[in-house]
């Protein structure tokens, strides 16, 4: 009973369990696979132990049913797939993510998980900026990851590629085409952990849940860490957040609902009208952000696995999460700059090449109505019980807000399906459906 009724083991639970997901990446690198793979599995054991612990909030019917359909396809896939060893592997993980996930949103309120996140955030951003100075200052050269990921042969490469360095020495260099990546090792991935964590720190400001200056500091920080990877798509995914945070701001300013109608009927429009205006100015657009014609080598890839999921359109090849390098075709199927990919960089081609159709169709619902809950729970005032109205608060952005992070990213990258992306969208769909943990308040459905 420690995890229900210890603050301090809650606490030390939740910035585990945040901070393996949001920075695996760092652990892996810094500690080592096994290392990782330990306090990971422990993880998921306090996991399934604190469901138990709160099996009096919970029950398998009332999670999201897509969330169920996609759990089941991807663990039948098992019997069709092409690579039954990775997919065994990939589910063992995606199954670990997901029970995470579920544990976080029944056990923590909205209030907790948004304090834990900030920590965490917090934490990633201080020490990505630290480490990334002491490179630039003390070992002045590129630096590799402490321990090789599988599949990485540095032997090979008369010169080793950019993207494998943990560090690329370029902290000095971010006003000059140069780009951090932190402990986790990846720009992209920076980058849109500064993003969660701008949206974060202004919620919290908002609400005035942290001291103002405070906040106003780790808020400016983010946005600097957010420049300094000069990630395009984080760019586009800030735009879009902003976009997002303004629509419900009007809704929730509508007081009846013929000004609710129309309101909707200007942001459709409003919404049409930039989405022709990206079309039009595609290739401006991608020059401003720095990024080629080809989406910076992301074409060719995508080309490489439309390939192979045409070959099998209705229900995959199987299921493998993030793929293992050592499996056909995984070991030949795309490459970047001489780098072996390990993800299609779109969700959505990945989820087709490995669940096909029938993939696309039940994590499509899950994300639709994973959306639909985020969007009234930000939209619609809280209600305390029946017929009792709360105030309106910032807080109650955060859910739509990360999804709307998430669904930009996943065009450019496949994170959505592991790691931080899964466990965040699980975490959204249950929460959005469940009453909070300890308040009881009526949640969108």
């Known amino acids: 009973m420690r995890l229900i009724g210890d603050t301090k083991a809650r606490s030390a639970y939740l910035f585990l369990v945040l901070a393996v997901l949001l920075a695996g990446d760092a652990w892996r690198y810094a500690f080592g696979w096994w290392v990782w793979a330990v306090l990971a599995g422990l993880l998921v054991v306090a996991s399934g132990w604190l469901l138990y612990?709160?099996?009096?909030?919970?029950?398998?019917?009332?999670?999201?049913?897509?969330?169920?359909?996609?759990?089941?396809l991807a663990s039948v896939s098992l019997a069709w797939s092409a690579y039954p060893a990775a997919t065994a592997l990939g589910l063992v993980t995606t199954w670990a993510t997901v029970i995470a996930?579920?544990?976080?949103?029944?056990?923590?309120?909205?209030?907790?998980?948004?304090?834990?996140l900030g920590t965490v955030l917090k934490w990633i951003l201080?020490?990505?900026?630290?480490?990334?100075?002491v490179v630039s200052v003390i070992v002045r050269a590129p630096v590799l990851p402490l321990f090789v990921q599988p599949g990485v042969d540095y032997s090979i490469y008369d010169r080793i590629p950019k993207m494998l360095y943990w560090s690329r020495n370029e902290l000095f260099e971010v006003f000059d085409e140069g780009r951090i990546q932190g402990i986790v090792g990846n720009s992209n991935t920076l980058g849109l952990l500064s993003l969660l964590a701008v949206i974060v720190f202004a919620l919290q400001l908002a609400d005035r849940t942290t001291g103002r200056v405070r906040s106003l500091?780790?808020?400016?920080?983010?946005?600097?860490?957010?420049?300094?990877?000069?990630?395009?798509?984080?760019?586009?995914?800030?735009?879009?957040?902003?976009?997002?945070?303004g629509a419900v701001l009007l809704v929730r300013r509508a007081a009846t609902p013929r000004a609710r109608a129309l309101t909707y009927g200007a942001l459709v429009a409003g919404f049409a009208i930039a989405a022709a205006a990206v079309a039009l100015l595609r290739s401006p657009i991608l020059g401003l952000l720095g990024k080629s014609s080809d989406l910076t080598g992301r074409l060719g890839i995508w080309q490489a696995v439309i390939e192979l999921a045409q070959q099998r359109p209705v229900a995959g090849w199987g299921w493998?999460?993030?793929?293992?390098?050592?499996?056909?075709?995984?070991?030949?199927?795309?490459?970047?700059?001489?780098?072996?990919?390990?993800?299609?960089?779109?969700?959505?081609?990945?989820?087709?090449?490995?669940?096909?159709?029938l993939g696309l169709v039940v994590f499509g619902a899950l994300l639709v109505s994973a959306a639909m809950r985020s969007w009234s729970f930000a939209?619609?005032?809280?209600?305390?019980?029946?017929?009792?109205?709360?105030?309106?608060?910032?807080?109650?952005l955060l859910p739509v807000l990360v999804l709307t992070a998430l669904l930009v990213q996943s065009v450019a990258e496949s994170r959505l399906l592991d790691e931080y992306g899964l466990a965040l969208l699980v975490l959204i769909a249950v929460k959005t459906k469940l009453p909070d943990a300890s308040s009881g308040a009526l949640q969108g459905r």
């Open 53 to 72: 612990l709160h099996r009096d909030r919970w029950a398998l019917g009332a999670l999201p049913y897509p969330l169920l359909a996609f759990l089941l």
């Open 126 to 133: 201080a020490l990505s900026l630290v480490f990334e100075l």
């Open 320 to 357: 493998v999460s993030f793929w293992v390098p050592w499996a056909a075709p995984f070991d030949d199927l795309a490459f970047r700059n001489g780098v072996r990919q390990l993800q299609a960089h779109n969700a959505w081609i990945d989820i087709w090449f490995q669940l096909g159709i």
């Open 217 to 245: 500091v780790w808020l400016v920080l983010a946005g600097l860490v957010m420049v300094f990877t000069r990630s395009g798509t984080v760019t586009i995914a800030l735009a879009v957040v902003l976009a997002v945070a």
């Open 379 to 396: 939209v619609d005032r809280p209600q305390n019980a029946p017929g009792q109205r709360a105030p309106y608060t910032a807080g109650s």
């Open 101 to 116: 996930g579920i544990a976080l949103a029944v056990a923590f309120t909205w209030a907790e998980l948004l304090r834990g």
